[in-house]
């Protein structure tokens, strides 16, 4: 539930960051993706552009070689294969040690309708065992796609750089597909690490304001940094609650090339009574530096849609404002791209008879309780020795969240019940002048990453960082079971 910015806030976010902002005069040239985006037309989309080869999928899986490289070369153009070490993460939660015992969610927040929900405090039993912290490296399961626009804009390809960039934006929302529980609202403080040389990646983020509640985090690829900070704002409307996150996402390459956007509004919906679900809808614009910008439509659900998740947009040349490609696919499957400006297609075009795939959603199927990608699951995991390497304030070790995994139902509740009466103390902290540690606010309120993390892990220098959790659960124990 920390995903999604509100559309409604795209105002707010350009006089912040100096994103430029558009109206949605221009919607009218988007195809009607309820003619052509069937599961039938994206299948057999998806087969022809793995013969295609422009096709750059995926450039750290086992079809390093050809899928990515290998294409490239077939097109003349001559590219190292991106390579990273082999790392054996689990696939499985801890069995639960007690029966959940489910608690109906009207009687906790009908006195809350039309209000932010940031304060209002719910059992352990709408939780999954993941912070908000956590969630924020979920955005970057699909980073082979950022790998892959470094290495097209190396070659000179500006423009299938752009769609790689726009592929990976709306890839971030595909873990949300059946999550129906809420991460845990980290602490004052409360930090996360994630050291994957798998996809070689660095990642860290941090909880640095209490009231408004925000989170920064800032990653490290190769030959890329990716850093954003998000204010969620979040209210129940009786039979759903709106996610309007407020905040920019950036992705700078080293060559300089920068693109930043700001994610859609999310909703979560039947919260009461059936089958919950979640929708992402608004314009998301991706402001790119060089040459080419792109404006992604992702289209609200009906009742009677029945055929969701849809997102459509273009790319524009920002010199000349020229439309030169066009987007397609679903947040939760595919995304697919066609060359072109699509004002210029004729009636009755089919954008899939030429449909190019870019980003296709990971098929694993998982065994949790709570739906988690297998990605997901391994965000929690305590390693050994990992513990001895960690600060007091990282996520992982959290009493309740711990609890949670290993279905300790009970003690979850009574870990949580008692962080949450500490965390009541935050806001008189931060009105004392409380600072984050790892991050920095500048004079338009955007959070960056100071540095010095990695630097103190590697030195095992924590002495200055508080235990903000307190009496910890027995740890051993937890990691005996993962």
């Known amino acids: 539930m920390s995903e999604g910015s509100a559309s409604d806030s795209d105002g707010d976010n350009g006089s912040r960051y100096g994103v430029d902002v558009e109206t949605d005069d221009e919607d009218g040239i988007f195809f009607d993706t309820n003619d052509f985006l069937s599961a039938e037309s994206l299948r057999s989309a998806s087969y022809r552009s793995r013969d295609n080869p422009m096709?750059?999928?995926?450039?750290?899986?086992?079809?390093?070689?050809?899928?990515?490289?290998?294409?490239?070369?077939?097109?003349?153009?001559?590219?190292?294969?991106?390579?990273?070490?082999?790392?054996?993460?689990?696939?499985?939660?801890?069995?639960?040690?007690?029966?959940?015992?489910?608690?109906?969610?009207?009687?906790i927040i009908k006195d809350n309708i039309g209000k932010d929900l940031s304060g209002v405090c719910?059992?352990?039993y709408f939780n999954e065992p993941l912070s908000s912290l956590q969630k924020c490296f979920e955005d970057l399961e699909y980073s082979n796609l950022v790998d892959g626009a470094l290495e097209w804009g190396k070659q000179g390809n500006d423009l299938m750089r752009i769609l790689n960039v726009a592929a990976f934006a709306v890839s971030g929302y595909a873990s949300t597909e059946g999550r129906q529980c809420k991460p845990f609202n980290p602490l004052l403080g409360e930090t996360y690490e994630a050291d994957y040389p798998d996809k070689g990646l660095r990642f860290f983020s941090e909880k640095v304001s209490h009231h408004p509640m925000v989170?920064?985090?800032?990653?490290?690829?190769?030959?890329?940094?990716?850093?954003?900070?998000?204010?969620?704002k979040g209210k129940f409307w009786g039979r759903s609650i709106q996610l309007d996150p407020v905040g920019v996402l950036t992705l700078q390459f080293e060559d300089g090339e920068t693109f930043q956007w700001s994610k859609v509004t999310t909703s979560i919906y039947n919260i009461i009574i059936g089958k919950i679900y979640c929708d992402h809808y608004g314009t998301m614009r991706i402001k790119g530096s060089g040459t080419y910008s792109c404006k992604l439509k992702f289209k609200e659900q009906s009742i009677i849609d029945r055929n969701p998740h849809q997102v459509h947009g273009f790319v524009q040349d920002n010199r000349t404002g020229e439309k030169v490609a066009v987007l397609l696919g679903k947040w939760d499957e595919a995304m697919y791209y066609v060359m072109?400006?699509?004002?210029t297609k004729p009636k009755g075009y089919d954008p899939m008879t030429e449909a190019v795939l870019l980003?296709?959603?990971?098929?694993?199927?998982?065994?949790?309780?709570?739906?988690?990608?297998?990605?997901?699951?391994?965000?929690?995991?305590?390693?050994?020795?990992?513990?001895?390497?960690?600060?007091?304030?990282?996520?992982?070790?959290?009493?309740?969240?711990?609890?949670?995994?290993?279905?300790?139902?009970?003690?979850?509740?009574?870990?949580?019940?008692?962080?949450e009466q500490l965390q009541r103390q935050a806001r008189k902290l931060q009105d004392r002048g409380w600072q984050p540690r790892w991050f920095r606010k500048d004079e338009e309120g955007c959070y960056s990453y100071k540095g010095g993390y990695w630097e103190a892990r590697e030195k095992h220098n924590w002495?200055?960082?508080?235990?903000?959790?307190?009496?910890?659960?027995?740890?051993?124990?937890c990691v005996s079971e993962e």
Do not use: M
Not at 60 to 73: C, I, M, P, Q, V
Not at 340 to 343: A, I, K, L, T, V
Not at 374 to 403: C, M, V, W, Y
Not at 463 to 477: K, L, T, V, Y
């Open 55 to 107: 096709y750059a999928y995926s450039p750290w899986t086992n079809e390093k070689e050809t899928s990515f490289s290998g294409h490239l070369r077939e097109v003349g153009i001559d590219v190292n294969a991106i390579e990273f070490p082999y790392i054996n993460r689990r696939d499985n939660l801890p069995e639960p040690k007690e029966k959940e015992k489910p608690v109906g969610l009207w009687s």
């Open 122 to 124: 719910l059992p352990v």
């Open 215 to 232: 989170v920064a985090c800032h990653c490290e690829g190769r030959g890329w940094n990716f850093w954003a900070d998000s204010n969620l």
């Open 340 to 343: 072109g400006d699509p004002s």
């Open 359 to 419: 980003w296709e959603r990971d098929k694993s199927v998982t065994k949790t309780r709570y739906n988690l990608t297998p990605f997901a699951i391994s965000l929690n995991e305590l390693t050994p020795g990992l513990r001895d390497k960690l600060p007091p304030t990282d996520s992982r070790l959290r009493p309740d969240q711990r609890h949670l995994e290993n279905g300790e139902y009970e003690l979850a509740n009574a870990e949580k019940l008692r962080l």
């Open 463 to 477: 002495e200055e960082i508080p235990d903000i959790f307190g009496q910890p659960c027995d740890f051993p124990a």
